[in-house]
């Protein structure tokens, strides 16, 4: 298959563009490099199946592909937050230039969405039957609403045109590969306290995210992609469920970091809960994760211990 993985300069793309090339794909890795890195992909470089574009998913192109991973947008809150109408631009123009790429084309498409479409959840664990409880004005709206808009995109191409999709929600994913400023909370307490530096929990810490490893996410992407029993959404996630504060005291203990946790406030919007309902995933996809918290952090120090010593 020639495969198309925009956003694949990424920490999850390029993860998701090494997997292709593994399984004897055709990979095109298209990147404006705004979050992305050249150096999370220069060992593929010299892979003959391997190619490199910077453009910019709000600017139509025109490739001959088999199957297209939509993942271009910045993912992080600093980042998404830097200039919000070209992330909303990103994930809506996006879209549709995918969209009318995987139209023209005949591709399967795969939309990389969010658990943020159910904003701060009054449903917990969420499915995928709720609707969500999001803020169309605030701070963290250009991504969420902008996410949103562009499910439904998927959803009326698929509808109107016919457009082969699937549509998955990624809840918070960590692993090797996300940049030390990345501004997420499993980087940012792993190289706090790496560094010795102060643990900047935001409120008071109760708040909970549950955190699934990068090659389980992999694993997920690639399952619903090879299948042909639903198009989604589809929650992939981990529903290990944890406090900030449990994460940060996880982080200490691992790294044996003599760092202090300090309290800062906590961003508008911010949600209070999030826990991902897997049954869909399991019984459709046959999908689950298999790395535990620990495990996977274990693997993010050692990542991060010796990007910092370079
Ligand atoms: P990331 O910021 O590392 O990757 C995003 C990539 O998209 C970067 O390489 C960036 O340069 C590129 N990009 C941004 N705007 C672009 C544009 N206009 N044109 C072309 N490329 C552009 O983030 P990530 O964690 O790898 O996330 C990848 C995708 O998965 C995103 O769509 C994100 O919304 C989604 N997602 C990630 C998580 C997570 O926890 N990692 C959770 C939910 C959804
Ligand atoms: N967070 C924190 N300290 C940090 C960064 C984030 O306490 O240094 C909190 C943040 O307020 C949120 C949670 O960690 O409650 C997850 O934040 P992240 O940005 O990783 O993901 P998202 O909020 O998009 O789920």
Redesign the pocket.
Known sequence: MRCLV????????SHLCERLLNEGNEVIC???????RMANVNHLRDNRNFELIR????EPILLEVDRIFN??????PI?YQYNPV?TIK?SVM?AINMLGLAKRVKARILQ?????VYGDPAVHPQTEDYWGNVNPIGIRSC?DEG?RVAETLFMDYHRQNNVDIRIVR?????GPR??PN?G?VVSNFIVQALKGEDITIYGDGSQTRSFCYVDDLIEGFIRMMRQDKIIGPVNIGNPGEFTMLELAKEVLDLTGSKSKIVYQPLPGDDPKMRRPNIDLAKSALGWEPTIPLRKGLEKTICYFDELLKK
């Open positions: 925009t956003g694949g300069a990424g920490f999850l793309g298209l990147d404006n490099y705004f979050t992305g453009h910019d998913v709000t993942l271009a947008c910045p993912a992080s980042h070209k990103t996006g990389a969405s969010t658990s943020e991504y996410k990624i809840f918070n994913t960590y996300m940049l990345d997420r």
